[in-house]
């Protein structure tokens, strides 16, 4: 048997793609977790074979929760679904482990057998994404896309100092950094084209 979690913070979806793969033979379902932060701690004692997560959660996004898998629980297999068919969310996914990537689009049976195949040792990607994985790459330093994302949902250079724990000017750099290096006239402008790149 295939042991499989999920992560998704739609609770409905969460629960109709738990019924539909539990329909398959060869998989259980043994964890469902509604945003990364609880995934994390879940998977921490009960690690699964697969993990299969959304991108945008909640707290600990599914790009984050490959990365601490990565470096925690490597043998645990990510696959994401989602609804970003953004060339950025791709190759961050791909440089985080991830073995499959899928959009919510994708039919239940190829879900189950995107699931084996990674099993397998195979990697599996939207075919319409695989032609596009390394057309755009990311200029961002990490450093630059932690603080345009906390300053785009809102906080202040001194918030964002805090929750970093670095200092106002450091702070004021990367977030200068970030708009010049996306040609932006401040940093709401360069938060939205981040985001759009799937930089974010």
Request: hydrophobic fraction near 45%; charged fraction near 30%.
């Amino acid at each position: 048997m295939i042991r499989l979690a999920l992560a998704e913070d739609q609770r409905l979806l969460l629960s109709a793609i738990a019924s539909l793969l539990e329909l398959e033979s060869d998989i259980e379902v043994i964890g469902r977790y509604a945003d990364g932060d609880s995934a994390r701690a879940g998977l921490h004692d009960n690690a699964p074979d697969v993990v299969l997560t959304d991108i945008e959660m909640p707290g600990m996004t599914g790009l984050e929760l490959a990365e601490h898998l990565k470096q925690e629980q490597p043998g645990v297999r990510v696959v994401i679904l989602t609804t970003f068919a953004r060339p950025g969310y791709l190759r961050r996914a791909l440089d985080a482990g991830v073995r499959a990537y899928l959009l919510k689009e994708t039919p239940a049976e190829a879900l189950a057998d995107a699931i084996r195949r990674v099993v397998a040792g195979e990697r599996v990607i939207a075919p319409e994404l695989a032609l596009t994985a390394f057309d755009s790459k990311d200029p961002l330093t990490e450093r630059e896309r932690q603080t345009l994302r906390l300053a785009g949902e809102g906080s202040s250079n001194t918030e964002i100092a805090q929750q970093l724990h670095l200092a106002d000017g450091t702070v004021r750099n990367y977030l200068s950094e970030a708009m010049s290096k996306l040609n932006a006239d401040n940093r709401i402008e360069a938060y939205r084209i981040a985001r759009d790149q799937g930089w974010l």
